[in-house]
């Protein structure tokens, strides 16, 4: 094989691993709008109907489970918030999950000793190991549970009084095995960047949550604000440890096995919101880890179940969702040799190629954020939805490395994410430090991406391309502002 069949051979493998990458991201976007249009469809219809309580002689026995592990700065909010849910003490238990090899210990001993002397039915689990880590916390405290209900709560949430007395009821459907409620937010406003984490989450639980329910598909408990049917955990084989992201595999076996999931979008249980990079990449690492893990697990058999195509086909799009993040990696490390390989075509007769792509990727993408900050939020800033591309790219080589860890091991270290206790723009604590998280890897990684992410937009130039110069200058603007980032914290 001489030279300049070699070269031709290699540029043509890197354009076509590139446009692969592109129509992928093309699919991601097109189902974006699908969601995006079932949820205008739907948006105006009433909710699940409310149920009655029953009487007091008649309300079940309810375990609060909160799994806790090195949580200094809001554990005890926590207890002080659940201690206040409105049930009846007699019908009311509550387990503390504390693996925390820290200083949190004290912090849960003072709050159970001052609740248990008000009447309250509150203990502390205690495991020597952290195995199976919030599975096998979560499995631990079942064990022991006397309740027929278990709601759970991480640590830094903050249900309502009323949150039992408005789920529950819903269980008086006998097929219903979970009820999730919807994430609010404490700090929505403390930064830009937890700004752009609101923008990620709240559709979601609102659009996808919402269209997953009202149509009967598959949707998932995120491991906290719900409550499940002790049965429902049980017929599904319980709390397992071989996947990071334990909720999003028990729904599935749980769905699988025939119960039925309800979603409220009117009752929110508010949260918080990472605020350092660290922590929001250690959340992101996970759920794109998990999700494949997964998806590795579940998807055989689902596919083989009698279940309908339509419930397969989306269960498919919601558990290889994270694949995005490889997708937009690849898309990424390829643009130059793509457009390089591509070259005697003219840099004009390139943008008519490529910008087709771009609007079935980014520009849904982006609608889909779009819509739903303009419907839902219409006084909000939309600076968020400008800066989301910008982060996303410069997250996706980290994520990407998680889908790739996810694809080929099963289980792993479950990272937590540091909470610190923040209401709107308070400061951090002094003590925050104590949960920092390395980032030299990212530092490197970042800072080599940036500089190669340079070439495509210094060749644009040179060629005097000038409408394609905006477009290319967003890859090293997402690596500058994630390395910007991480050196600052």
């Known amino acids: 094989m001489d030279v300049d069949t070699l070269y031709s051979w ?4 890197w354009a076509v691993l590139h446009f692969a990458a592109l129509g992928g991201l093309c ?30 002689k008649k309300l079940p026995l309810v375990t609060v ?4 592990y090195n949580e200094r700065f809001v554990a005890a909010r926590l207890l002080d918030a659940v201690a206040q849910l409105h049930w009846p003490q007699e019908k009311l238990e509550i387990q503390v999950l504390d693996d925390s090899s820290d200083d949190t210990r004290r912090f849960v001993d003072e709050r159970l000793a001052h609740w248990r002397r008000r009447g309250i039915d509150m203990k502390v689990i205690r495991r020597e190991h952290r195995e199976g880590y919030k599975a096998g916390a979560l499995g631990r405290g079942m064990a022991e549970a006397r309740g027929q209900y278990i709601a759970i709560f991480d640590a830094d949430f903050l249900p309502p009084p009323e949150f039992l007395l408005r789920a529950i009821p819903y269980f008086s459907n006998a097929r219903v095995g979970m009820v999730q409620a919807r994430w609010g937010f404490l700090n929505a406003e403390y930064s830009w960047f937890c700004g752009i984490q609101s923008l990620l989450l709240e559709p979601h639980f609102r659009i996808e949550h919402g269209v997953r329910f009202g149509r009967g598909l598959f949707f998932n408990f995120n491991g906290t604000a719900g409550i499940w049917r002790r049965k429902a955990i049980e017929s599904a084989g319980g709390w397992q440890s071989d996947t990071v992201t334990e909720d999003l595999d028990l ?5 699988l096995a025939g119960w039925k999931f309800v979603y409220l979008d009117d009752l929110a249980v508010p949260s918080e919101l990472p605020v350092t990079l660290g922590a929001f990449r250690s959340q992101q690492k996970r759920w794109a ?18 279940l309908p195509l339509s419930v397969k086909v989306e269960a498919s799009a919601h558990l290889l969702a994270n694949l995005g993040w490889l997708l937009g990696a690849l898309v990424t490390l390829t643009i130059y040799p793509a457009i390089m390989w591509r070259v005697g075509i003219g840099t004009y007769q390139l943008l008519r190629i490529d910008m087709p792509f771009f609007l079935c990727t980014s520009f849904a993408i982006l609608l889909f954020f779009f819509a739903y900050t ?21 997250m996706a080589p980290s994520l990407a490395l998680s889908v790739l860890h996810g694809a080929f091991s099963h289980g792993g270290v479950f990272e937590r994410t540091p909470k610190f206790g923040l209401l ?38 040179q060629r005097g391309t000038w409408l394609a110069i905006p477009f290319l200058s967003l890859f090293p603007l997402g690596f500058l502002t994630v390395l910007m980032m991480d050196l600052k914290e």
């Not at 290699?10 to 493998?13: A, M």
Request: glycine share 6%; proline share 8%.
């Open 424 to 461: 709107g723009h308070a400061r951090l604590p002094r003590l925050a430090f104590l949960y920092r998280q390395q980032a030299l890897f990212y530092l490197i990684l970042n800072g080599a991406l940036f500089a190669y992410s340079l070439l495509p937009a210094f060749f644009a130039w």
């Open 65 to 68: 489970q909160l799994p806790l």
């Open 27 to 56: 699919c991601y976007g097109l189902h974006r709008l699908w969601l995006l249009a079932c949820w205008y469809h739907q948006r105006n219809r009433p909710g699940p109907a409310r149920r009655r309580l029953p009487s007091r």
């Open 251 to 255: 729904s599935y076996r749980a769905q």
């Open 10 to 13: 290699h540029g043509h493998f």
């Open 289 to 306: 880890k998990g999700s494949i893990q997964t998806a590795k697990k579940i998807l055989p058999r689902l596919l083989r179940s009698r």
């Open 374 to 394: 303009l419907s839902s939020k219409p006084r909000t800033s939309l600076m968020p939805l400008f800066l989301l591309p910008v982060l996303s790219i410069g």
